[in-house]
């Protein structure tokens, strides 16, 4: 645990320091061109999260449109059964024989 916090605390200097000397080094500069390449990738990642949230939402309806249809014809084949069951005379499946 203590080596945990010893080298967190030497990253921490380690880049304080790092820091301080492209500062001094090249002034701002470094920096204004990593906020402009930051803001290019945020915008990238904006628009392609957006269409990747569209392809979902569409698969999303595509799937709830099957479960709706499998109800249905499961539904049905139920109620088809059912009349089967009544014309047949068995109501619970099994044949009435004479004994």
Known sequence: ???????????????IIVLLSVSLWRGGEPFRWFG????KAGEVLKNRSE?????ADRIREKTESVAD???KVTNKIRKTGDKLKGLTG???GESKGTD
Do not use: W
């Open 90 to 92: 068995s109501d619970d």
């Open 1 to 15: 645990m203590f080596k945990l916090i010893k080298r967190i605390i030497g990253l921490v200097i380690a880049a």
């Open 51 to 55: 269409k990747i949230g569209e392809e």
């Open 69 to 71: 249809t499998t109800k």
């Open 36 to 39: 402009q390449k930051s803001e």
